[in-house]
């Protein structure tokens, strides 16, 4: 597989699978034709509605359960997926029914409910995914993780202990009145869970400082599909006992387990922030400046690199800023202001060694654009042409990693295919960490801005592949980067797969996602347009 990823369509309204077996078609089954049958060699009794809605209500009352499709429909999506479905309406994946838990009890009975049954089970959180890790692509349950959000800080322990459903604004408030924080801070910060960040191990633009999710996780708790509640991990700082299973589930998307608690470490945070835009003449000489940085031994809360593109975006956000080829945005922090303006200082001197202008910005300001800077990617539609507005802007979750010795090889390279393909797009990215990430517009009636959409795609991902670099930094797999799983990993897939079916033999988490078990056709873009 790994030679052509672009791999033979199955028959309509099927899975392509890993192991000969077909699943159930991308629509949920009709009300009345039951659910849990066909996912294994046995068929086991069908449930209609009634009889689902009345079991689950048993188990965590009526009011936390929901069947009508008027409250089903925004579970039927991700971040991403909500966009498409406007001008792709058949992709509508209904589950059969969302369920709101509120203890680890509940969740275990539902899961040996739903084993029993051969139900598919999927976690959610906030519904901020942009790689279709929540899509219910087989129907089943939604476990709405949300009033799973008690919030139990120990910061004499340096930690707290908190739910999957706790966002992490709402986490850093109630740590911020403490004088901590839990530094990863993704785009999504003021709505993503805590258990989605653990799900998808997610990071930001701090991650150069302040590392991944995955740095932070003590402990977890988890429901296995069996409904066998499990603790992984201990409560405290470090161990070297046994292997580290809590780390398996760290960027496991629902797909192992459903985690019900959370023990994370925490830092003091940092009262002190200082934020720099520095406008280069070239992007060569900003990423050359980034890397000068980083070879001096300094270490900055976030450094950004931004393309010319990405600026004329910040100013149709509502910034007048100069113009330029490329543009870092520095920020240090820290808990001294003359140890934080020391190092901006530095920093700033070896961006006017490249040709820089500097704009120093003030704490509000600077708030706002880093604000503006996480929707640059949506900003793009400002940038179209008045006929072609507004249009969906295609980001694909592409957020590919990079040796930071290739990343600036690589945004030429990909700069270029944007201009073989007539595609406009932007590169960014969190430079320190060699994260870089892919904005491109398209419009989705057309089959040909398709299929240019998704050759640019792949051959962007490949192209990292290529250069030793990862599919995705800290967005995840789910289905749009199933299709190129076994190319990265080859035959360590397979023993992803193996734990898959150890932890859950009868594939009921979160089916169809990491190319555990099999591709949804919706993950491949061509079938978009055809069948949409």
């Known amino acids: 597989m790994p030679g052509d990823l672009r791999m033979a369509s199955p028959p309509a309204g099927e899975f392509q699978e890993s192991g000969g077996r077909a699943f159930r078609g991308e629509q949920p089954q009709p009300e009345g034709s039951g659910i849990g049958d066909g996912r294994g060699e046995e068929m086991t009794p069908r449930l209609g509605k009634g009889e689902l809605e009345r079991e689950l209500a048993r188990m965590v009352g009526k009011e936390n359960v929901f069947t009508e499709e008027v409250d089903l429909l925004p579970y039927s999506a991700d971040h991403f997926l909500r966009g498409l479905q406007y001008y792709f309406p058949h992709f509508k994946f209904l589950p059969d ?27 959610r959180g906030a519904g901020t ?22 919030i139990e800080p120990r910061v004499e322990d340096r930690m707290v202990v908190t739910g999957p ?25 003021m709505a993503c869970t805590v258990g989605g960040m653990v799900a998808t191990n997610a990071s930001g ?30 409560k405290v700082a470090k161990s070297s006992s046994g ?39 070239t992007l060569d000489d900003a990423f050359e400046a980034a ?53 901006m200082e530095e920093m700033e001197g070896i961006c006017k060694g490249k040709g820089a202008e500097l704009l120093e910005v003030e704490e509000a300001v600077g708030r706002r654009l880093w604000e503006a800077r996480e929707k640059i990617s949506a900003s793009l539609t400002k940038l179209l042409p008045p006929p072609e507005t ?13 040796p930071l010795s290739r990343m600036l090889e690589y945004v030429r390279k990909v700069k270029a295919l944007m201009e073989e393909k007539g595609i406009m797009g932007v590169c960014f990215g969190h430079v320190g960490d060699g994260n870089v990430h892919i904005g491109s517009t398209f419009v989705p009636e057309s089959p040909e801005q398709v299929e240019r959409a998704r050759r640019f795609q792949e051959e962007a991902i490949r192209l990292a592949l290529s250069m030793g670099g990862t599919l995705t930094a800290e967005h995840g797999v789910g289905l749009w980067k199933a299709p190129y799983l076994e190319e990265e990993h080859g035959y360590a897939l397979e023993l992803m797969r193996s734990l898959k079916k150890l932890l859950d033999p009868q594939g009921i988490l979160n089916p169809g996602k990491m190319a555990l078990e099999g591709i949804p056709r919706i993950a491949f873009m061509e079938s978009w347009w055809r069948e949409g």
């Open 97 to 123: 029914a969302v369920v709101t838990p509120s203890e680890t009890s509940q969740v275990s009975r539902i899961l040996r409910f739903a084993s029993l049954h051969r139900i598919p089970i999927i976690p």
């Open 129 to 150: 995914s942009l790689a279709g890790q929540l899509i219910p692509v087989e129907g089943g349950i939604v476990l709405d993780l949300k009033k799973m959000n008690r």
């Open 165 to 189: 459903g706790t966002t992490y604004a709402e986490l850093n408030r109630e740590l911020e009145r403490r004088g901590y924080f839990f530094p990863p801070e993704p785009g999504s910060a």
């Open 205 to 234: 633009s701090g991650a150069v400082k302040y590392g991944a999710t995955r740095n932070y996780v003590l402990s977890l708790e988890v429901v296995l599909a069996s409904g066998e509640v499990v603790r992984l991990g201990r």
């Open 243 to 281: 292997y580290s299973l809590k780390d398996l589930f760290v960027g496991s998307e629902g797909t192992l387990g459903v985690i019900t608690e959370i023990t994370l470490k925490v830092e003091p945070y940092p009262p002190v922030r200082k934020t720099t835009l520095a406008l280069f003449p």
């Open 291 to 343: 890397m000068e940085i980083l070879r001096k031994g300094i270490t900055p809360a976030s450094i950004e690199l931004l393309d010319e593109l990405c600026l004329l975006a910040l100013n149709l956000s509502g910034f007048s800023l100069p113009e330029g080829k490329g543009a870092l945005m520095l920020r240090s922090d820290g808990r001294y202001r003359e140890a934080v303006e020391k190092e």
């Open 390 to 402: 507004p249009r969906l802007v295609f980001q694909a979750s592409v957020d590919v990693g990079l």
